[in-house]
């Protein structure tokens, strides 16, 4: 197969998968599925140009010098990683304008250019080196260093190096082979030097076996000073015009020294031909594999830095909310910044789901988006994880590509919602956060989870009229531990005098708090005496109770009923949660 | 002791002014706290529904304090009662000690109880201390009436927090009068905010923070100043939620006590986090003499 034809395959199914990317953009959603593709296709290109018409528009063209051309953002994250960052992307944009595309975009500055000459055999060197520096620095931050705060590495980050690596390395080694190459060196003398004669030749080899790392079988130094001046003049009359010294290629010639014991194997074209395709094939194999991988972002990125420069969640119209997160999805580059900025990232060492690492949870967030059947299990899963979010903005301040990921864990928290799974996470401050932002929920989609959430606690404990079959040991002791011995001392101390009662401003916020709350801080004492389960556990009160700890404070008896209060609220979760995770797994 | 900055999520997450603004103003007032990456959420969320990640996530950030020999220092109320709790639970629970050293250990800590929390209006009150503090704010804040909003969790459970008086309460109200306001009495002052029920039930919620934001008005109080973010963020979003019942009727605005003295130092509107927020006139007026004007 011709080799322009694989170019063009490579570059077709690079730009296939792109454009299917793109499509996801406006196909799928997280949340809202209110708009159709082509609504948000319309409100996109109304909203792109509606900013570039607009004074806005400065703040994107701000955004592409300091957030997408200099890396503000990243630099602010970690310098090292920025140095490391600015070395690949650099080093490779101009490998592939100056060498890939060299034929192309070399004419059009330049008048006399030659790969082999200078300036360029030194720059294509310089910007080799540039990405083997940039990438030995991420190899030593993703693989060797070993930071605990970092997130584990997965196969995209691997291959992703990987690729860069082996184009980076074919083409060292290509280089300096063909350095080292004496049949090399005979193709080019017979093409540009044949009217030479022999002892001519022989002193030319010579002259470079000298001083261009030419390996040659039959030659070997030293040579004499009136051999190398043969060889110099016959140099200056049929090669230097093309050909710069090796040295300045000096990552190439370095390499070239290293091999010299071994370069008759690698002499003889078969060698430089299996080199010369590795290196053509990784790089379309990169081509291809592009949209479908992390350096996608070369994409995504700028996009998603430019449009959060001139976007936020309240003035923006929702259909473009909706299209911009499923672009941040395709702009996250797993670098881990957001979970090593996590204020909840170490539960992961007691809990271990990766869902609870924010670096960890694009990938679910990319199935949710897309609208595929999942298990109650999965969902689940994922749904335990997200809820370890206490919505602090960490991980969105500290996002090196923009993304805002805290309105991603927003919309994705509502679609789960949507399917059912009973969250009792809803029924403690973390929330708040929920609240805040009711306006962006439909009224029945807001309390939905809240109604789920206290039947799924009713329901557990509703058979619980006989008083036997109350807890666990571990729950008596986790009872226990929550004050010391609360039930004995609730059972032993309590006169029911409504002290609590009458300091709660949960009671004092109902006009029949009775009918409102099920039971009254004071009954739920009586009721614990009693053992009445299902009568605690089904109570409003023992969800809506603010801990503000007035009843304890008051108490004559020193009953600490707000531990108390928390203590059956943590039985009642736990043990539904356990529950419910169960029916779970048995599904499956 | 040295002294480290304590993040609170609710701060950082709805009210990252005030976080910024807190920084401004102790170093306004020569009081070193660091900043430091590392801490994790308080536990506060978790309390009623995961006790033990509770108490690990506050005995792994009183660890963090105990490795860095420095106290921590919140500008929450939530963050500083919960820390406070959990330290409390962890010295008399042998087996729940046991287990967040278990799980410490895996990075290098360990929780032996040294660790310190302190709220900034604490820290304050040491360092520079009234007399100090009244050196430096000079009073010009005179005639404004301030109702103070302490949060449950400064006074209560009193035997754990033991910071003030659960009943009558009163170094929250003298840092206030430092700046040359005066506290007033309200009957509402050591009620919940209700903010904890926001997005579990949102009608009782409004109506906890309407009752004392009815309460600060019959006081004739020009404004309440919380020591909670918290409560700043549910009297904040009330007054823009609630209705007026009649016309004259009005709702006293509020502001965090580190945004207060940050007035009474001259800091400017900007770097309080103060844009939008409409404040009284008096305070207006004192304001507007200062560099940066306020806004109406």
């Known amino acids: ?588 | 002791m040295s002294l480290v900055f304590f993040p609170c999520c609710v701060s950082s997450s709805f009210m990252g002014d005030c976080e910024s603004a807190a920084r401004k103003v102790v170093d306004k007032l020569g009081v070193p706290i660091q900043d430091v990456s590392g801490f994790n959420c308080c536990g506060y969320p978790y309390k009623g529904i995961d006790f033990k990640a509770f108490i690990l996530m506050s005995g792994r950030n009183l660890a963090l304090s105990e490795k860095m020999g420095s106290d921590l220092v919140t500008t929450c109320a939530c963050c500083y009662g919960t820390i406070k709790q959990a330290d409390n639970i962890l010295k008399q629970d042998v087996s729940l000690f046991d287990y967040v050293n278990g799980i410490l250990k895996r990075e290098g800590l360990a929780y032996s109880g040294k660790g310190v929390v302190k709220h900034l209006l604490e820290v304050l009150l040491d360092n520079p201390g009234i007399p100090g503090l009244k050196a430096k704010l000079d009073g010009s804040l005179s005639g404004m009436k301030v109702a103070t909003q302490y949060g449950c969790k400064m006074l209560r459970p009193s035997d754990v927090v033991a910071f003030d008086s659960p009943l009558s309460p009163g170094k929250f109200d003298e840092l206030v009068e430092a700046t040359g306001a005066e506290a007033v009495s309200w009957t509402q002052k050591l009620e919940c905010c209700g903010a904890p029920l926001i997005g579990v039930n949102d009608a009782t919620a409004m109506q906890l923070a309407k009752n004392k934001l009815d309460s600060v008005r019959e006081a004739r109080a020009d404004l309440m100043v919380t020591a909670c973010p918290f409560c700043y963020l549910q009297f904040r979003r009330s007054r823009d939620a609630l209705s007026l019942a009649s016309e004259g009727d009005f709702i006293v605005p509020s502001l965090t006590f580190v945004q207060l003295l940050g007035l009474a130092l001259g800091l400017g509107e900007t770097s309080l986090g103060l844009q939008g927020v409409s404040l009284p006139a008096g305070l207006m007026k004192y304001a507007q003499s200062r560099e940066v004007p306020l806004r109406a």
Request: aromatic share 10%; net charge positive; charged share 15%.
């Open chain 1, 1 to 588: 197969m011709p080799k322009a034809t694989m170019v063009y395959i490579a570059l077709l199914i690079g730009l296939a998968g792109t454009a299917y990317k793109v499509s996801t953009w406006f196909r799928y959603s997280l949340g809202s599925k209110k708009f159709t593709a082509s609504d948000r296709v319309v409100a996109a290109a109304k909203g792109i140009l509606q900013t570039i018409f607009s004074q806005r528009f400065a703040s994107i063209l701000r955004s592409f010098f300091l957030d997408v051309i200099l890396q503000a953002k990243l630099i602010r994250v970690s310098p090292l990683r920025w140095i490391a960052h600015i070395l690949v992307f650099g080093g490779f944009t101009l490998l592939l304008l100056m060498h890939a595309l060299g034929v192309y975009v070399n004419p059009l500055f330049f008048s006399n250019y030659y790969s082999t000459l200078n300036p360029f055999l030194f720059l294509r060197n310089f910007f080799g080196a540039m990405v083997v520096l940039g990438l030995a620095i991420q190899i030593y931050n993703r693989f060797i260093r070993r930071d605990p705060a970092n997130p584990p590495s997965t196969a995209m980050d691997l291959y992703t190096i990987l690729i860069f690596a082996i184009v980076i390395v074919s083409g060292i080694f290509l280089e300096s082979v063909k350095i080292t190459s004496v049949s090399a060196f005979r193709d080019m003398t017979e093409e540009y030097a044949a009217g030479e004669e022999d002892a001519s030749l022989k002193a030319l080899e010579a002259y470079w076996v000298e001083n261009y790392g030419v390996v040659s079988p039959g030659l070997s130094g030293p040579f004499s000073p009136q051999m190398l001046a043969a060889g110099k003049a016959a140099h200056k009359a049929s090669c230097a015009q093309c050909h710069a010294p090796a040295q300045w290629a000096f990552m190439d010639y370095g390499v070239s020294r290293l091999i010299t014991p071994v370069a008759s194997w690698f002499d003889g074209a078969a060698a430089r031909a299996w080199l010369y395709w590795i290196h053509f094939l990784i790089c379309l194999v990169g081509l291809a594999y592009l949209p479908f991988s992390k350096v996608f972002h070369l994409i995504s990125a700028p996009i998603c830095l430019m449009a959060n420069s001139v976007m936020d969640r309240l003035g923006s119209d929702p259909a473009n909310l909706a299209t911009k997160q499923i672009l941040e999805l395709d702009s996250c580059t797993h670098c881990g910044a957001c979970t090593r900025n996590c204020t909840m990232a170490f539960v992961h060492s007691v809990m271990p789901s990766q869902m609870i690492l924010p670096s960890e949870r694009i990938a679910s967030l990319k199935v949710l988006a897309s609208g595929k059947p999942l298990s109650l299990r999965d969902s689940l899963v994922i749904q335990e994880g997200y809820n370890q979010c206490t919505n602090c903005t960490q991980c969105t301040l500290v996002c090196p590509v923009g993304i805002n990921l805290q309105d991603l864990w927003f919309s994705a928290r509502e679609t789960l919602a949507e399917r059912d799974v009973p969250n009792l996470l809803v029924l403690s401050p973390i929330s708040i956060y929920r609240g805040l932002r009711k306006d962006e929920i439909e009224v029945p989609a807001y309390a939905k989870p809240i109604s789920n959430a206290r039947r799924a606690i009713a329901d557990e404990f509703g058979s619980f009229h006989w008083p036997g079959a109350a807890y666990s040991p571990q729950e008596e002791k986790m009872l226990d531990t929550a004050g010391i011995n609360l039930r004995q001392s609730a059972g032993a101390a309590c006169f029911s005098c409504m002290t609590c009662t009458n300091a709660c401003p949960v009671v004092k916020a109902h006009q029949n708090p009775g009918a409102a709350l099920d039971l009254l801080p004071h009954q739920i004492m009586q009721a614990v005496k009693l053992r009445l389960w299902d009568l605690i556990f089904g109570s409003k009160m023992l969800v809506e109770c603010l801990g503000c700890y007035q009843c304890q404070e008051y108490c004559p008896m020193k009953v600490p009923t707000a531990d108390l209060i928390f203590a059956l609220r943590n039985v009642a979760v736990s043990r539904t949660y356990r529950n419910i995770s169960q029916k779970a797994l048995e599904t499956l």
